[in-house]
């Protein structure tokens, strides 16, 4: 089974400020996916970011940006620039290329003042 | 673009009660799931769809819970007694499959506030 964590169940950050939200994971599987999902008041889930466990290089999609470490299992977001309306819950999942099933970690409250 | 939809956006039954909850996937997406988020906490798998049958389902998809494709088109997750305990937000997801070009990625619906009283 996957498990994903995300230990950092809160974050806040000032507006234009950069945060880094943390996320490990634990997998025997050789080809996967990872990816961040913003989930705000409306508790809609939208997604934010994704990676290939094949590809090196780090995804990137605007002010989003993940650095990626596979022998350490570890998929970190940053967001760049923050903005009020990236004040939302963010949820890391893993998702098993063999039947494309998601597991979410705990999930981080991040909190942009203005 | 594409969506997933779900329906009702928001129930509120009796406990003992049946539930049906909605799904409309999109069209040409193969895979479908359900996922359960208790307020405030992590999001749950139920159960994964495909090729008309369950493929893997999770703990909580006990005897009460049932799905179906009843036309090609909806996607329903039935809860037929339902329990406080169950008052959660559904989420319906589906998902092509991997493509060359695009990767792969789970579309989201809206989700279903489900609240037992």
């Known amino acids: 089974a996957q498990t994903v964590t995300q230990s950092q169940p809160e974050m806040s950050v000032q507006e234009a400020e950069t945060v880094t939200l943390s996320c490990t994971y634990d997998t025997s599987e050789s080809n996967y996916y990872l990816f961040w999902y913003k989930q705000p008041p409306s508790r809609q889930m939208i997604l934010v970011i994704r990676q290939e466990a094949y590809k090196q290089q780090n995804a990137t999609e605007n002010r989003f940006s993940v650095n990626f470490q596979k022998a350490a299992k570890s998929f970190s977001l940053k967001i760049s620039d923050s903005q009020l309306g990236d004040t939302a819950m963010y949820f890391c999942?893993?998702?098993?290329?063999?039947?494309?099933?998601?597991?979410f970690g705990a999930g981080t409250t991040v909190t942009v003042r203005a | 673009e594409p969506e997933v939809t779900q329906t009702p956006s928001h129930q509120v039954t009796q406990m003992g009660q049946e539930v049906i909850l909605r799904c409309v996937p999109i069209?040409?997406?193969?895979?479908f799931y359900w996922y359960r988020q208790i307020l405030g906490q992590k999001v749950e798998f139920l159960v994964s769809f495909y090729n008309n049958e369950i493929s893997e389902k999770s703990e909580i998809f006990d005897d009460q819970f049932s799905v179906e494709r009843p036309d090609g088109s909806n996607f329903t997750l039935k809860i037929r007694s339902t329990k406080l305990e169950d008052s959660a937000m559904y989420f319906c997801?589906?998902?092509?499959?991997?493509?060359?070009?695009?990767?792969?990625?789970?579309?989201f619906g809206q989700g279903t506030r489900l609240t037992v009283v």
């Open positions: 069209s040409n997406h193969l895979y």
């Open positions: 999942a893993f998702m098993k290329s063999s039947d494309y099933k998601l597991s």
């Open positions: 997801a589906s998902l092509r499959g991997w493509d060359t070009l695009t990767g792969t990625e789970a579309f």
